[in-house]
């Protein structure tokens, strides 16, 4: 009778992407904490990027932490990078 094969590692790592990205043009609208629209914020949604605060009613919605942005200041974009 043969024994079950033995795991090579108690620890399986799994694929995961380091981050998401999504950038939004800002147009005229400031670069520190601009406030998204409601198409933003659900495109944003479905990409995967996480909320804190997700109130499409009131169009209040924070980003969750941790996150880090980019601005590409001459074409006037923001990117979320979750």
């Known amino acids: 009778m043969q024994s079950p094969a033995m795991p090579t590692s108690a620890y399986e790592p799994v694929e995961v992407p ?3 990205e ?3 043009d800002l147009g005229a609208r400031p670069a520190h904490k601009p406030p ?3 198409r933003e914020a659900a495109s944003m949604l479905e990409a995967g990027i996480r ?3 997700y109130r499409p ?4 919605f924070a980003v969750s932490f941790p996150y880090v942005t980019i601005l590409d200041t ?3 974009r923001l990117t979320f990078r979750q």
């Open 22 to 24: 999504f950038t939004i």
């Open 74 to 76: 001459v074409r006037r």
């Open 18 to 20: 380091e981050y998401i």
């Open 36 to 38: 998204l629209t409601k």
């Open 51 to 53: 909320f804190s605060i």
């Open 57 to 60: 009613a009131t169009g209040e």
